[in-house]
């Protein structure tokens, strides 16, 4: 029958949804319009607007209504920080070493920080070390483009809890770990670090996992017996 039909169109976003993927949550509205002409056949005009916009546009060409949808994957992407130890002593203080990564800052440009932009952890944030085999803190997942910046040193006890005859590492690491979202929806994660040192600069670190070295040394007091 002649008249004017009215339709809405949308995507089923599921619950819950997949991982990753980012749906388009646009809503289309479509108008028919049906002319009944003198000679018993019938003009149809069609109409399309998403429903955000005020007015339908002008009709399109043909009867074949071609609406474009884009739905969007994005993977998260991790990194790894570990801590190795080196150590000169002949056996190792009962309590270890301790060492602990802290969040500094984000930004979503380099050399912008954001205010209130997260920065993702791991799942340790303190670790200790009981010989020499590296410890790890977790993997950190990133869903967020941006630069995340982490300072990792050694817990270092006051003089009074202090193993006998040992000279802690005192070396502070920044860490800046990069987040690029590819074409693909893959992300590209590069990590540069840099210690406390005035000359130090950011260096690429290529390896995977991460791993900062620490060193500590052991001497002994020497002794003397006057009788």
């Not at 004017?4 to 089923?12: A, G, L, S, W």
């Amino acid at each position: 029958a002649a008249g004017d039909y009215e339709y809405t169109i949308e995507e089923v976003i599921p619950t819950p949804k997949a991982t990753g993927v980012t749906y388009d949550e646009t809503v289309y509205n479509v108008k028919v319009n049906v002319v009944a002409n003198k000679n018993g056949t019938k003009t149809v005009a069609v109409y399309t607007k998403k429903s955000t916009d005020e007015k339908y546009g002008d009709a399109i060409e043909g009867t074949t209504v071609v609406l474009n949808f884009e739905n969007k994957y994005t993977e998260n992407g991790e990194a790894d920080i570990q801590i190795k130890k080196a150590y000169n002593g002949d056996t190792w203080p009962s309590e270890g070493f301790t060492f602990t990564i802290a969040a500094d800052h984000a930004e979503e440009d380099e050399g912008t920080p954001k205010a209130g932009k997260e920065v993702p952890m791991p799942a340790e944030t303190s670790v200790t070390a009981h010989d020499a085999t590296a410890v790890d803190f977790g993997t950190i997942t990133y869903e967020e483009d941006g630069f995340y910046y982490y300072t990792v040193a050694e817990d270092i006890p006051d003089d009074a809890h202090k193993a006998e005859g040992v000279t802690y590492d005192d070396t502070v690491y920044t860490v800046k770990v990069k987040v690029e979202t590819e074409a693909n929806g893959e992300k590209t994660i590069t990590v540069y670090t840099k210690t406390n040192e005035a000359t130090s600069v950011y260096a690429k670190v290529d390896d995977r996992p991460v791993i900062l070295d620490f060193t500590n040394t052991y001497e002994a007091n020497g002794e003397a017996d006057i009788q």
